[in-house]
């Protein structure tokens, strides 16, 4: 978290970089900081690749988005 990681589900954090080279550092300095015993496990991949992912929040199905009213009504 101290290095601008947000963490998306318990034990999984992630972290966006503008470039390959800019993701590489950032993997470097969270293996620095692995301890002896610990296990972490790096993963990269494209902005579009993460856009194709799948989320699910609980068993209920997201529902289909509300139509725009056909006439705007203020109350």
């Not at 550092?25 to 790096?42: E, K, T, W, Y």
């Amino acid at each position: 978290m101290d290095l601008g990681f947000e963490m998306v589900r318990f034990s999984g954090h992630l972290r966006h970089a503008w470039s390959k080279e800019k993701a590489e550092s950032h993997a470097r300095q969270v293996g620095d900081l692995v301890p002896h015993p610990g296990h972490v496990q790096i993963l990269f991949f494209t902005d579009k690749q993460y856009a194709l992912s799948p989320v699910f929040h609980g068993k209920q199905r997201s529902k289909a988005p509300a139509e725009k009213p056909a006439q705007l009504v203020l109350l």
